[in-house]
């Protein structure tokens, strides 16, 4: 319980003809013995607001960017009415900063027996489960002097997915896999390695796609088509070590690296192919495996949008031990992690042969726009400094993709928005030279 403001100035401004004219205690009792009164009443009239019962519904879930509107309920069994400021408490980063006093405060009035509803709108700013706090509420009497406040816990999660800003890309690559697998009127000849059917020979194909014996049996030459085999198997595995957590903008290096992974699952699904994901670092942090084609992108985005990088270097071994039990027979392992090169020739590149003799292994790495510009960077003594630094990890990482490739793997290196696309267009080249 408390004061209100209006109680305050009630008392000061009754007071100050008693301090002017006549100062003393009888005087400022003779005033504020009728607001003491007045208070009692009106605390005594505020409806109680322990009694209160409040439940929520709404959104469980919302993407990184978008709203989530959650709707409490609040039922008041007293038999006064309810004139309440209510405070809906959640995580700082449910809000945009400098929004969440207009979003989590409202005014409610509830007559005796009846209910009412409230929505706070969230817009969260993080991935991840965003759990609702306390619920406090300031019930006020009939003249606004007196107030009762308590706080009641109603819990709620709402689940912010990643934002797959690259599905913009998906109905280019989809045209492009329809190419691929000869369902359009392009046809993209020589590509692919399982048959797909035969038609009459056009000039410019390939004469060692003709079919002599169907040709021996029908008046025109016949040649084969080809489309990219189906029911592949894709491993796509993302490292949450520390380096995932390095910032390239304003978003993680994870969340670069999870947003093609999306794209590249969704692509991946609608060719025929099975997706499975492993997160690991030093341990397993997320698994999906065996999910049909309908469900394998909702499973990705729900189970992602709780990891986070963590702050312990990566277990190289320990990984290809687990991509390996993931995948037991030949597979497309698609790695997303860094190109840094202490990390690549210390833990990954005396391992990776145990991957590559089995599987096409594909590795992808969120590139720091930055680091390009300040390589080629020229001007004053300062920027000199730094473009010598920002050169010298360019050579290091050119290196290392260097060393990769020796090894028989791709590597696609792109800042955060173009390594979706250009993951996709390495998936797709891949398939187009039967190479999954």
């Given at each position: 319980?408390a004061l209100?403001?209006?109680a305050?100035l009630?008392a000061?401004?009754?007071?100050?003809?008693?301090?002017?004219?006549?100062?003393?205690?009888?005087?400022i009792?003779?005033?504020?013995?009728?607001?003491?009164?007045?208070?009692?009443?009106?605390f005594?009239?505020?409806a109680p607001?322990?009694?209160?019962?409040?439940?929520?519904?709404?959104?469980?879930?919302?993407?990184?960017?978008d709203?989530?509107?959650?709707?409490?309920?609040?039922t008041?069994p007293?038999n006064?009415?309810?004139?309440?400021?209510?405070?809906?408490?959640?995580?700082?980063?449910?809000?945009?900063?400098?929004?969440e006093?207009?979003?989590?405060?409202?005014?409610?009035?509830?007559?005796?027996?009846?209910?009412?509803r409230?929505?706070?709108r969230?817009?969260?700013?993080?991935?991840?489960?965003?759990?609702?706090?306390?619920?406090t509420i300031?019930?006020?009497?009939?003249?606004g002097?007196?107030?009762?406040?308590?706080?009641?816990?109603?819990p709620w999660?709402?689940?912010?997915?990643?934002?797959?800003?690259?599905?913009?890309?998906?109905?280019?690559?989809?045209s492009r896999?329809?190419?691929?697998?000869?369902?359009?009127?392009?046809?993209?000849r020589?590509?692919?390695t399982?048959?797909?059917?035969?038609?009459?020979?056009?000039?410019?194909?390939?004469?060692r796609?003709?079919?002599?014996?169907?040709?021996?049996?029908?008046?025109?030459?016949?040649?084969?088509?080809?489309r990219?085999?189906?029911?592949?198997?894709?491993?796509?595995?993302?490292?949450?070590?520390?380096?995932?957590?390095?910032?390239?903008?304003?978003?993680?290096?994870?969340?670069?690296?999870?947003?093609?992974?999306l794209?590249?699952?969704?692509?991946?699904?609608r060719?025929?192919?099975?997706?499975?994901?492993?997160?690991?670092?030093?341990?397993?942090r997320?698994?999906?495996q065996?999910?049909?084609?309908?469900?394998?992108?909702?499973?990705?985005?729900n189970?992602?949008?709780?990891?986070?990088?963590?702050?312990?270097?990566?277990?190289?071994?320990?990984l290809?031990?687990?991509a390996?039990?993931?995948?037991?027979?030949?597979?497309?392992?698609?790695?997303?992690?860094?190109l840094?090169?202490?990390p690549?020739?210390?833990?990954?590149?005396?391992?990776?042969?145990?991957?590559?003799?089995?599987?096409?292994?594909?590795?992808?790495s969120?590139?720091?726009?930055?680091?390009?510009?300040?390589a080629?960077?020229?001007?004053?003594?300062?920027?000199?400094?730094e473009?010598?630094?920002?050169?010298?990890?360019?050579?290091?990482?050119?290196?290392?993709?260097?060393?990769?490739?020796?090894?028989?793997?791709?590597?696609v290196?792109?800042?955060?928005?173009?390594?979706?696309?250009?993951?996709?267009?390495?998936?797709?080249?891949?398939?187009?030279?039967?190479?999954?």
């Amino acid at each position: 319980m408390a004061l209100t403001g209006r109680a305050a100035l009630l008392a000061a401004l009754g007071s100050l003809p008693v301090g002017i004219w006549d100062p003393s205690w009888t005087g400022i009792l003779a005033v504020n013995g009728p607001l003491a009164v007045a208070c009692a009443c009106d605390f005594a009239l505020a409806a109680p607001v322990r009694r209160l019962r409040l439940t929520r519904s709404g959104d469980t879930s919302a993407r990184l960017g978008d709203t989530a509107d959650v709707t409490l309920t609040v039922t008041n069994p007293s038999n006064r009415p309810l004139r309440a400021h209510l405070r809906d408490a959640w995580p700082p980063s449910s809000w945009q900063r400098g929004t969440e006093t207009a979003a989590s405060r409202h005014h409610l009035t509830v007559p005796a027996g009846e209910r009412r509803r409230v929505t706070t709108r969230l817009r969260p700013t993080r991935r991840g489960d965003r759990q609702a706090d306390r619920v406090t509420i300031r019930s006020f009497g009939p003249l606004g002097l007196f107030t009762r406040q308590g706080t009641h816990r109603v819990p709620w999660t709402v689940r912010v997915l990643p934002p797959f800003t690259s599905r913009k890309h998906l109905p280019s690559k989809l045209s492009r896999l329809r190419e691929l697998d000869g369902r359009t009127s392009v046809l993209t000849r020589g590509e692919g390695t399982e048959f797909d059917s035969l038609r009459e020979y056009v000039p410019g194909d390939d004469t060692r796609s003709i079919d002599w014996r169907a040709t021996a049996r029908q008046s025109a030459v016949a040649v084969r088509t080809w489309r990219p085999e189906r029911d592949r198997h894709i491993l796509l595995v993302l490292d949450t070590g520390r380096t995932s957590a390095g910032r390239v903008g304003d978003a993680p290096r994870l969340d670069a690296s999870m947003d093609a992974a999306l794209l590249l699952a969704a692509l991946a699904s609608r060719a025929g192919d099975r997706v499975d994901l492993l997160a690991y670092d030093r341990r397993v942090r997320a698994l999906v495996q065996g999910r049909t084609v309908g469900d394998v992108l909702p499973s990705l985005v729900n189970t992602m949008a709780a990891l986070e990088p963590e702050l312990v270097e990566t277990d190289a071994r320990g990984l290809t031990a687990t991509a390996l039990r993931s995948a037991p027979r030949r597979s497309l392992i698609v790695l997303l992690t860094t190109l840094d090169a202490a990390p690549i020739e210390e833990g990954l590149l005396p391992v990776l042969p145990q991957l590559t003799q089995r599987h096409t292994v594909l590795v992808a790495s969120v590139a720091d726009p930055y680091i390009s510009r300040m390589a080629k960077a020229r001007g004053n003594t300062d920027a000199v400094y730094e473009a010598a630094a920002a050169a010298q990890a360019q050579g290091e990482r050119d290196r290392t993709v260097e060393q990769l490739r020796r090894h028989g793997v791709s590597v696609v290196d792109a800042v955060p928005d173009e390594l979706a696309p250009a993951l996709a267009d390495a998936y797709l080249e891949l398939k187009a030279a039967g190479r999954l």
